[in-house]
């Protein structure tokens, strides 16, 4: 390799930090503790008392993004894919036209998968660890399919309402789920006979209608423990669908008795006002959910925890809770509870808050939270429909920051993966695992994956992991396109369209059509235009020819530039 | 001795502690009468409610339909001559359906008296196997040995009648133990599975016998006929039925859920209740026995206070809310229901 390609390597690595604007605020300010809805923590009053200075804070210095920018950030958020040549083509000839393009990548299916991508990271389900024991299942599925399809149920119905446009409602209240083949062969649903993927289905054991509420794969993944007494699992429905968090909560242990007993800690939790404030709204909460409560014996029963247990809803009683009740209303069971939710402010609001955060990639600041009250009411006066709120965030100042402060962002595993599998077929699994995405067999964390267990705060800022991950997964993606399409020689090739492998660079014709590829590459990968007679694509042309004389093979040459291209900051900063 | 019973009522009904007279009270609502009823609801009719067991501090919804109250009536008699049903059968069977296949060659323990399996295996015919149990089966010969192996302290009977026995008497008894859990499959279906705790103590004495079932969780077995409750599907949690005979009469505590059964009503929840036979008022259960109506999953709550009106009533509940009176006919206790472990 020539100094210039070196130095080229080395340069595409300290481009990082500015990229994401090296002036950049500190982000101390940031509001990530989810109280910033009505708490239902008990006060003296019921009055929520708002601790901002009379001035308030001040927005950000929003400045708008170029048309080419905001056209590859909306298609990686909203397709997860980046933009086509074509795409690229019609905005460089049209700035205005972004705004169509825009339109139609909101109406495109894929918005679907991508709500579901971002609501992994609110539920944190998607990992390989589950609360049930799965030893039984896993002989006849891998854990990886298991941990998959268990993982994605409760994400898989927000999918499915993006998609047909149903209204957000349903995901609490619902009657139907979301199952593929694996669910299916475990659990009591009426699943097509014969039917591979994911499918609508209905539970058959006469659980109550409460969408997400009666999944199995949110109770499998987010479990209590016996003297828990689901108090974890309220504070997960709370968290995410009410954007209020328990355990942000402070309690002043001020005046608390010693709790050196379990009756000590029963007791306080009762009659203590620093325990009651949270544990009166908590535990009622918390009694909604006994039909998926298991002793310990019972998780690891395959037949116990597939199905649905009325005959344990009443266990909040002989096990020391509180009658159910949601905001100190007494309910009428799951159902129930899943019509209040659906009708509680917080519901939309919470879901508008969490949109807007998945999209820009950050936490909401305090400045910022007027916004959301503003993509909530879009999201109600369109019926609750997902993309009526997406389509409110998008056209906002926030999401097309350009600016300095917070103009940038970093792409979620999630986005990384799709969008290097768009570009070259290449799908980087092991034992059925997506290794960008999967916590343990794979590298998650490392890129700023969110789990809940083994990073629980999304990464805003790129990290030394997360460029070495890149950098092995541009290594074998580039490999295997460049196999692809050049040594198996594929009738539609997915990145080499204009050169073949043939080219010799030592004539004029053969230079110029891999001057042309370079920078049909750059086009696509890292949708920006590059004159082929230029520097960088002489850069890039004398990287080529160093490989291939070393190597004697074109596919090697081509998988050396596909590399550096897949190398770029700009595939997960942008 | 009627009178001593009909104090005892009191300890059967709300569970005092032995050898004490005093009513714990576990009902906020008592001793109060009616005065000052909370109606949230304008066109509540409260005549609709058992009269005579209107309270301070009572919330009032909307009453159900006459229907809705005989519905909640037909499924609590259901219940009630079906308590009778209960006993260790299912178990048992569950357990030497297991035993029996030879699938205790994976991962056997014999300490003691008990039999414990563990591990997630295959037999060597390819049953699967997983789970860990423990089968316990303990002779009891002596009255401090019965008082601990009973899981019985704690309890008294017809104004200290139980302990009274005990302490005079000679006394013998049984007691069988499962825990945990053990599940057995072959390509026909589930050949037996215990998940839980179950217990099965049985005590006499000359003029006295008492006994407690415990039945914790689901039990399948494959060769549990049709009548067997595992037969019927009917799934027990938390389950606890304890009897108590004598010559005078008898009670029936029941608390714990049932779910899997037939009709409108699916699953029944018994908090403190009691059926007696030869006390002050035969003609009425104690205790909350609620009921889950199936199509909506909506739980009924019916309150019986016989020490108030022993007229076979007892005020419906929802969520809180008076909604209704329910009145039930109670079968004859029958407590000879079941045999020696």
Redesign the interface.
């Known amino acids: 390799m020539r100094r210039g390609g070196i130095a080229r390597s080395v340069g595409v690595v300290l481009a990082w930090g500015c990229l994401l604007g090296c002036t950049r605020a500190t982000d101390t300010d940031a509001d990530d503790t989810d109280t910033d809805t009505d708490t239902p923590v008990e006060t003296d009053s019921d009055t929520t008392v708002d601790t901002d200075d009379t001035t308030g804070p001040v927005l950000p210095d929003y400045q708008p993004l170029d048309a080419i920018d905001l056209l590859v950030r909306a298609s990686l958020d909203l397709r997860g894919i980046r933009p086509s040549i074509d795409d690229l083509g019609r905005v460089e000839a049209d700035p205005a036209v972004v705004e169509t393009l825009i339109a139609a990548y909101l109406e495109d299916d894929r918005v679907g998968r991508r709500v579901r991508e971002m609501w992994d990271e609110v539920f944190l389900v998607r990992d390989e660890e589950t609360f049930v024991t799965l ?2 299942f896993r ?1 006849r599925h891998s854990l990886a399919e298991l941990a998959r399809s268990i993982g994605e149920e409760p994400t898989r119905m927000l999918e499915r309402i993006v998609v047909e446009d149903r209204p957000y409602t349903e995901f609490v209240t619902a009657d139907w789920t979301v199952v593929n083949d694996v669910l299916a062969d475990m659990w009591p649903v009426d699943y097509p006979a014969g039917a591979q993927g994911w499918q609508t289905a209905h539970y058959t054991d ?1 659980r ?1 209608a409460a969408g997400v509420l009666s999944t199995n794969g949110l109770w499998w993944q987010a479990g209590s423990m016996l003297n828990n007494l689901n108090r974890g699992r309220a504070n997960e429905v709370s968290r995410t669908l009410l954007c209020f968090d328990y355990l942000n909560t402070e309690i002043d242990f001020t005046g608390v008795g010693a709790l050196d007993s379990e009756a000590a800690l029963g007791n306080a939790i009762r009659t203590d006002p620093a325990c009651t404030a949270c544990h009166n709204t908590l535990d009622p909460l918390a009694s909604h959910f006994f039909g998926f409560f298991y ?1 310990d ?2 998780k ?5 925890v597939r199905v649905y ?7 909040w ?2 096990l020391g809770g509180l ?2 009740a949601f905001h100190r209303v ?6 129930d509870l899943g019509r209040t939710i659906a009708a509680d402010p917080d519901y939309s609001h919470c879901f508008a808050k969490r949109a807007w955060e998945g999209l820009l990639h950050r936490d909401v600041l305090p400045a910022e939270r007027t916004l959301i009250d503003g993509h909530d009411a879009a999201f109600r006066a369109g019926s609750l429909r997902v993309r009526a709120v997406l389509r409110d965030i998008v056209a906002s100042d926030a999401y097309r920051n350009g600016g300095p402060e917070y103009g940038r962002k970093l792409a979620s595993p999630t986005i990384l993966s799709s969008e290097v599998e768009d570009l070259t077929g290449f799908s980087w699994t092991t034992d059925d695992w997506d290794l960008v995405r999967a916590p343990v067999t794979g590298f998650g964390p490392l890129v700023g994956g969110v789990d809940g267990i083994y990073r629980s705060v999304r990464l805003d800022e790129p990290s030394t992991t997360m460029v070495l991950v890149q950098k092995r997964l541009a290594e074998a993606a580039a490999s295997w396109v460049t196999t692809h399409d050049i040594v198996e020689r594929v009738e539609t090739p997915k990145l080499l369209r204009i050169a073949d492998g043939s080219e010799d660079p030592d004539t004029a014709t053969g230079e110029q059509r891999i001057r042309n590829q370079i920078a049909a590459l750059h086009a696509r990968i890292v949708s920006e235009r590059v004159d082929p007679a230029g520097a960088t694509v002489d850069e890039e042309l004398s990287l080529f020819r160093d490989v291939l004389d070393q190597t004697g093979r074109p596919h090697e040459a081509w998988a050396a530039i596909v590399t550096l291209l897949l190398r770029d900051p700009r595939l997960v900063v942008f | 001795m009627r009178r001593l019973w009909r104090a005892g009522w009191a300890c059967v009904a709300l569970g005092c502690t032995p050898g004490s007279d005093a009513v714990t009270d576990t009902d906020t609502d008592t001793d109060v009468v009616d005065t000052d009823v909370v109606d949230t609801d304008t066109d509540v009719d409260t005549d609709a409610v058992d009269t005579d067991v209107v309270d301070t501090d009572l919330v009032m919804g909307t009453p159900v339909d006459a229907g809705t109250e005989r519905s909640i009536g037909v499924a609590l008699e259901g219940v009630f001559a079906g308590l009778t049903t209960f006993d260790n059968e299912p178990v048992e069977l569950a357990w030497a359906a297991m035993r029996d296949r030879r699938i205790l060659g994976c991962n056997v323990y014999t300490p003691g008296d008990t039999i414990r399996l563990e591990g997630s295996c295959s037999a060597p015919d390819g049953r699967r196997t997983i789970g860990q149990l423990e089968r316990t089966y303990t002779g009891i010969v002596d009255v401090d040995g019965v008082s601990d192996a009973l899981r019985l302290r704690g309890r008294d009977f017809a104004n200290g009648r139980l302990s009274q026995g005990w302490a005079t008497e000679a006394v013998t008894g049984r007691e069988l133990y499962f825990f945990g859990m053990f599940y057995l499959a072959d390509d026909d279906g589930t050949v037996g599975r215990i998940n839980g705790t179950f217990d099965h103590v049985v005590v006499s004495a000359p003029s006295l016998s008492a006994r407690r079932l415990f039945l914790g969780g689901p039990v399948e077995a494959r060769d549990a006929g049709p009548t067997t409750w595992s037969g019927r599907g009917l799934v027990p949690q938390d389950l606890e039925i304890v009897a108590f005979s004598d010559a005078e009469g008898g009670v029936l505590q029941v608390s714990g859920s049932v779910g899997g059964l037939g009709g409108t009503y699916d699953t029944f929840t018994a908090t403190n209740g009691a059926i007696t036979r030869g006390m002050a008022c035969d003609t009425e259960p104690a205790g909350t026995w609620s009921v889950r109506r199936r199509a909506d999953a909506h739980w009924f709550d019916v309150v019986f206070n016989p020490e108030r009106a022993c007229d076979g009533c007892g005020r419906v509940m929802d969520a809180g809310a008076v909604v209704g009176t329910v009145c039930v006919t109670v079968p004859q206790l029958d407590t000879r229901w079941a045999e020696d472990p």
């Open positions: 030893d039984y002989q006469g109550p002793y014996a019972q690891r029963d395959p037949l116990d247990h009325p005959e344990r809803e009443r266990l009683q002989t009658p159910p007494p309910t009428q069971g799951l159902a």
